[in-house]
């Protein structure tokens, strides 16, 4: 990663990153409307939403929460602009908790009892998700040789056909990222499965845009990391990476309209047996394919 | 249209309702009506929502809390009363514990009638809603809102009463033993 | 080397002089004068003999020996006698076997031995010495402002006791009462030089007498204030740390009867990268992990918890559990793919694993600090354990920066529990309102254990790496659930410390200067050295490593090409730097008042107190109890466990090692 490809890559994630978000959660409104039986909203349905939070009076609880979300932002932003400027995984992989710490942070803030149960629940998520995309990282680095996501471009082979599996813990954790049904458990954009509104409930105005473009942020982030499984040394694959990862967000449209919210325990239970079968079977395999794809 | 119209956002409260109207208001959610196609969102939090739909007539400890939850939505905003009950207290009017309508504790922009209300009106009462709802967020915009007043604050004591029940003349006159009782200890 | 002598005489003096002069304002005057002469001497030792390591024959040395025996000598018998005094009856068969085979080994073997380099200095030791002075110099200073609330607390709890009348009672407050602070900073600093003689001996049997000396003063600090408790908790950590002491003698008498005699730590280093050595490297590599606290001998660390805060925060920092690590580290080339190697591994990583999550269960908050100290270690101790120059590259990192955010941390629950009246994690609510500069810093200490771009993980992704270089990939599932673990156990505690409820009320007591020079001292140390990472790579941890000969397979650190994300991991520094600069400035500023009021389901009735009318028209409070997750990492169903099976392992691992030195010879 140079510092021109990172540049490049941070004004490009900061301009397309919320167009590409907001269009995403504008056509899962619809799509989930359609498959309600519903004609659902306009597409650009999440954008007249953010719009008219920023118009919204200003006001908070404490001059801090506001601070603390335009940190996570930041730093949700910097996460992208590293992945897609090749940079390096891991670092990706702490700028997202960093920026997940600062908007549990900011619900603590308040010192609301909604919120605060909401931040609970939402430190649980970072511990059911956590493992599996470090240890995504280190099976990227095991495959690559490297950490930087660049790497992938010298690849022979896609790292899907080498790490299976890690591909399916991955798309398991994902639900909880892009805070989709079974596992949306610190807040949802579905009315009445929360605590009020679970972490976000002090978020007002202003906040709550921020929240909500953090979330697109995170969600183009995400669907970049399916992507790199279904990259390598044909510049062409970069489509195909495309599309898998719109079909993967299909696939937790369908799954987050199929699933009801489940506990707590359950999610945290399954997504590390999930995380440890999937990385201890990949192991395994690797073992196995050594002589192939290494 | 700004974008505020296109994104209401709405907090339903079930003041004294018999449920009729509040099964109504859900009933607007359902694919038949659909009201998510104008961007409306049922949040459950006062802090998210524009819109403050109420049902049901208002009694005298409901006052505090509308006043809260209202209180607690950022401008711009608007409150639709929903039903007969909210809009005047309804059947429920002459009851001895009711107040009246939602106008006792909070300023009303948009009232909308019926026993139990139509999903129909509903609708009808939200888009008319809408307007009054751009207009406040162009005066907030050019920082000329004035918070609404709020009405005085009401008790059993002030309740119209036309045949007045055995009941009601007794929570009249506990309420106001209670009122001097306070003023003294002040 | 007299630089080397006065940084182990100096302290000894101050302890003596502070035994002598009792008045305040002498121990401050000579407390800080000793700091600042030990931090200078430390500077000048640095300058003096960085990058190069250099060894040193002591010109008496056999005098110098008689006077080592004679402390550690004193050292037994001072165990002996608070044993006999307590019946403890394991303390005193420890104690006395300790000091017999100590003579064993001093007169049968070691006393007349050839012995080339004495005393040493290399690039860890100047680390090593860098952290007791600074880090330890700061608690000691911070232990002044400290100390003078802790006595007026202690008087104050003795006339309540007093006034109750009853004459057992007034004696148990007479006690109480005793200003006995001499001795506890004479204690301090004697600990002080005792790590320092640790990190410089090359010969063994001066090791082994700091060794001893450090658990003598920590067993005296840790029952300082002389309570059934504290008394009970200390005579816990002095019979693991004497096992441990005994392991360490049991190993040198070993070293010395062997075919070719060891008397220094380098010959012994040498030696065991040969693969020549099992059973004394086991029994060291013992030693090192008791005082490092690891399971399943972490209850005296959490015992010691009874302590004065800043005994808790030197023994977690700069001395005591790092002389553990200390040992394992310069022990790391020896291990590998290897009994002892295996044996340190997998002891640590379990200990990582099962103290983290042990300490997301505990809401008092020094428990929960001891906790996270032992996974730290654990970490630490695992990375020497793996044995290659990328670990332990790794492992130096961990005990630099841990040091440095664990000493802050304990300065500041301390100072909080004193103007709280709490050390409850619970209790902490509002302290960002009431003490934003102590929320600050225990915010910054915290956030230094675990995020980006601090520098525990830096090291621990330096861990990551290499484990996957060393081919251990099965502790990588260690490491990356034990960081989501890590991550549950601060995001938590963070939460409840940056809390803001009334915005206008600030705390009235005032925490005494030099607390608040040294917290502030060790939060600006923490972001200098954060920034400073690159340096402290290759101006201390490089040399180190090329100078015992570990040459890096992965480039991890440096401009040109590395694993870790040079570059990038500085833009992600500087870019937080300048955020929370931003965000002091915010805390500095006048806050405007809160313009909105908490959401509680509409009958909120004190916004700021979060107190509500409830069914019955009541004021009740809404409150909210952080997630400790007991039912799943609780003492109660960890501990034992976890217990069980260390000692299982550890057992296993000597039947083992055993097997090897009797098919060895």
């Known amino acids: 990663m140079t510092p021109l490809s990172f540049g490049v890559a941070l004004v490009a994630f900061v301009i397309l990153g919320p167009l590409l978000g907001c269009f995403l959660t504008g056509a899962d409104r ?265 | 249209m700004s974008e505020s119209v296109k994104s209401p956002w709405v907090l339903h409260y079930d003041a004294s309702s018999c449920n009729g109207c509040d099964i109504e208001v859900l009933a607007a959610l359902t694919p038949l009506y659909d009201v998510e196609r104008f961007g409306i969102i049922n949040t459950g939090n006062p802090k998210h929502a524009d819109l403050f739909l109420i049902t049901g007539s208002v009694n005298e400890r409901q006052v505090p809390i509308i006043r809260q939850l209202y209180e607690q939505m950022l401008e711009p905003k608007i409150v639709i009363a929903c039903g007969i009950c909210a809009c005047t207290g309804g059947v429920f009017k002459e009851c001895y514990n009711t107040l009246g309508g939602v106008d006792v504790a909070i300023p009303v922009d948009v009232y909308a009638p019926g026993c139990a209300i139509r999903p129909e009106t509903i609708i009808d009462a939200v888009v008319e809603g809408l307007g009054i709802l751009e207009e406040k967020r162009r005066l907030l915009a050019a920082g000329s809102l004035e918070p609404a007043e709020l009405p005085k604050q009401p008790s059993a004591a002030d309740k119209p009463v036309r045949g007045e029940t055995v009941a009601a003349a007794w929570q009249k006159a506990i309420a106001n033993a209670l009122q001097t009782a306070g003023q003294e200890e002040q | 080397m007299v630089i080397l002598a006065s940084l182990v005489i100096v302290p000894l003096i101050t302890a003596l002089l502070l035994l002598v002069f009792r008045s305040n304002r002498a121990r401050a005057v000579l407390v800080i004068a000793a700091v600042v002469l030990l931090v200078a001497l430390s500077l000048v030792l640095t300058v003096r003999y960085l990058p190069a390591s250099s060894g040193f024959a002591v010109a008496q040395s056999g005098i110098v020996s008689y006077v080592m025996l004679g402390v550690d000598l004193l050292c037994c018998l001072y165990v002996l006698y608070r044993g006999i005094r307590a019946s403890n009856y394991l303390a005193i068969f420890l104690a006395a076997l300790q000091g017999i085979l100590a003579l064993v080994y001093e007169f049968g073997f070691s006393h007349n031995a050839a012995v080339s380099t004495d005393v040493y200095v290399d690039a860890l030791s100047l680390i090593m010495t860098l952290i007791i002075a600074v880090i330890g110099g700061a608690i000691c200073v911070y232990a002044l402002g400290y100390m003078q609330s802790y006595q007026e607390h202690l008087e104050h709890e003795g006339s309540r006791l007093a006034v109750s009348g009853e004459p057992s009672r007034v004696a148990e407050a007479l006690r109480l009462i005793r200003d006995r602070r001499h001795v506890f900073f004479a204690l301090m600093f004697v600990f002080l030089a005792a790590m320092f003689a640790l990190v410089f001996s090359n010969r063994l049997s001066w090791l082994l007498t700091a060794w001893e000396v450090t658990t003598v003063c920590s067993f005296a600090l840790i029952g300082y204030d002389r309570t059934e408790e504290s008394i009970r908790n200390s005579f816990r950590a002095v019979v693991v740390n004497l096992s441990g002491g005994l392991a360490f003698t049991l190993a040198l008498i070993m070293l010395a009867g062997g075919g ?256 608040t020079v040294s917290l502030a001292f060790m939060a600006f140390l923490l972001i200098a050295l954060t920034l400073a990472i690159p340096y402290v790579s290759e101006l201390f941890v490089m040399p180190y490593l090329w100078e015992t000969g570990q040459i890096l397979q992965l480039p991890l650190w440096s401009t040109a090409s590395d694993v870790l994300g040079y570059d990038n991991l500085m833009i992600v520094s500087v870019v937080f730097m300048v955020m929370l600069a931003l965000l002091a400035v915010q805390i500095l500023r006048r806050r405007p008042p809160s313009n909105d009021t908490v959401y509680l389901a509409g009958v909120g009735a004190d916004s700021e107190e979060r107190s509500y009318y409830n069914a019955f028209g009541e004021l009740s409070d809404a409150t909210q109890r952080n997630w400790y997750l007991d039912e799943l990492f609780g003492e109660k169903i960890l501990v034992r466990p976890a217990t069980i099976l260390l000692s299982a392992v550890i057992a296993v691992f000597f039947i083992f090692g055993i097997i090897l030195e009797l098919m060895l010879v």
């Open chain 3, 260 to 515: 070719t005699p060891i008397f220094e730590l380098d010959k012994l280093i040498e030696a065991g990268v040969d693969g020549a050595l099992v059973l004394p490297l086991m029994l060291l590599a013992f030693a090192g992990i008791t005082k490092a606290a690891q399971m399943p001998f972490q209850g005296w660390l959490l015992g010691a918890m009874v302590a004065p805060t800043p005994v808790s925060a030197l023994l977690h920092s700069s001395t005591m559990v790092k002389a553990g690590v200390f040992l394992l580290i310069k022990l790391a080339p020896t291990f590998g793919w290897n009994v002892p190697g295996l044996f340190v591994l997998i002891v640590g990583a379990l200990s990582f694993l099962g103290c983290t999550a042990l300490a997301i269960s505990q809401s008092n908050a020094k428990r929960a600090l001891a906790y996270s100290t032992v996974a730290n270690l654990g970490l630490i101790v695992c990375c020497a354990g793996v044995g290659t120059p990328e670990a332990s590259w790794a492992a130096i990192f961990l005990l630099i920066f841990h040091a440095a955010a664990k000493a802050l941390l304990f300065c500041c629950v301390g100072t909080a529990e004193h103007h709280l009246g709490s050390r409850n994690i619970e209790r902490l609510d509002n302290i960002f309102v009431r003490m934003p500069w102590l929320a600050s810093c225990m915010a910054l200490g915290m956030m230094a254990m675990f995020i980006a771009p601090f520098g525990m993980l830096v090291s621990k992704w330096a861990a990551l790496v290499s484990l996957i270089e060393s081919g251990h990939l099965e502790l990588l599932f260690v490491l990356a659930f034990g960081s989501a673990l890590t991550f549950v156990i601060w995001a938590k505690w963070l939460g409840k410390v940056l809390a803001i409820g009334r915005e206008d009320e600030r705390i009235s007591t005032r925490v005494s200067r030099t607390e």
């Open chain 1, 30 to 294: 619809i799509i989930t409307a359609r498959m309600q039986g519903r004609v659902g909203p306009p597409f650009l349905q999440p954008y007249y939403d953010v719009r008219k939070l920023l118009a919204k009076e200003r006001r908070s609880l404490n001059s801090f929460q506001g601070y603390y979300l335009i940190l996570a932002l930041i730093m949700t932003i910097l996460s992208g602009a590293f992945f897609f400027a090749g940079g390096n995984i891991l670092l990706v992989v702490f700028l997202i908790s960093l920026s997940s710490l600062f908007f549990i942070i900011a619900a603590y803030s308040t010192r609301s009892p909604y919120a605060e149960v909401g931040a609970g629940r939402e430190i649980i998520q970072v511990l059911a998700y956590e493992p599996m995309i470090i240890l995504l990282g280190v099976f990227f680095f095991l495959i690559t040789d490297s950490f930087d996501t660049s790497a992938v471009a010298s690849l022979e082979l896609p790292l899907v056909v080498a790490l299976p599996l890690v591909f399916a813990g991955l798309l398991f954790i994902l639900t909880i990222k892009l805070r989709k049904s079974p596992f949306d458990l610190s807040f949802s954009h579905h009315a009445h499965q929360e605590l009020v509104k679970g972490i976000t409930t002090e978020m007002s105005g202003r906040s709550l845009a921020v929240v909500e473009i953090t979330h697109w942020y995170e969600n183009v982030l995400f669907l970049g990391y399916v992507g790199l499984f279904f990259v390598w040394a044909p510049p062409s694959t970069l489509i195909l990476a495309v599309v898998v990862a719109l079909a993967v967000y299909f696939l937790e449209i369908v799954i987050d309209n199929s699933f009801a919210r489940v506990k707590w325990q359950f999610m945290l239970s399954w997504s590390w047996i999930v995380s440890l079968l999937c990385s201890a079977l990949s192991l395994v395999l690797l073992a196995v394919l050594n002589g192939f794809v290494v």
